[in-house]
């Protein structure tokens, strides 16, 4: 079992940059593949950015490629994700996952971290 806990949401304005970090304890960290999804009010969580467990492969929604960029420090079994030239249209919450087995469909979720760009 897996506890992931999200932290560095925030309010900031169009333009501007964020970093998500997601602390993750309870499991081996280096056997899962991680990923970033976000839910803003009454839509469906999307897929925003995933890594695989060493970190070679990654993968972007179309919206967020060459403005977000997702990490991972195996080492202290962390997760980030930067985030910059940020939109109104980026506001939402933003939730880590880990997953076993799969970029795509994920086995542990966190709480969420509240980011809202202002226009």
């Known amino acids: 079992q897996v506890q992931l806990v999200e932290s560095g949401g925030g309010l900031v304005q169009a333009g501007g940059s964020l970093r998500l970090s997601c602390a993750a304890s309870?499991?081996?960290?280096?056997?899962?593949?991680m990923g970033w999804f976000r839910q803003a009010p009454v839509k469906e969580r999307e897929f925003v950015a995933a890594?695989?467990?060493?970190?070679?492969?990654?993968d972007y929604r179309a919206s967020v490629k060459g403005r977000f960029t997702i990490s991972r420090d195996n080492a202290e079994n962390m997760m980030y994700l930067q985030m910059s030239s940020l939109k109104p249209e980026d506001t939402a919450v933003y939730y880590c996952?880990?997953?076993?087995?799969?970029?795509?469909?994920?086995?542990?979720w966190g709480q969420g971290t509240q980011v809202t760009v202002s226009s």
């Open positions: 890594i695989s467990w060493s970190g070679i492969k990654v």
């Open positions: 309870g499991g081996s960290f280096s056997n899962y593949a």
């Open positions: 996952g880990a997953s076993r087995d799969s970029l795509y469909e994920y086995d542990f």
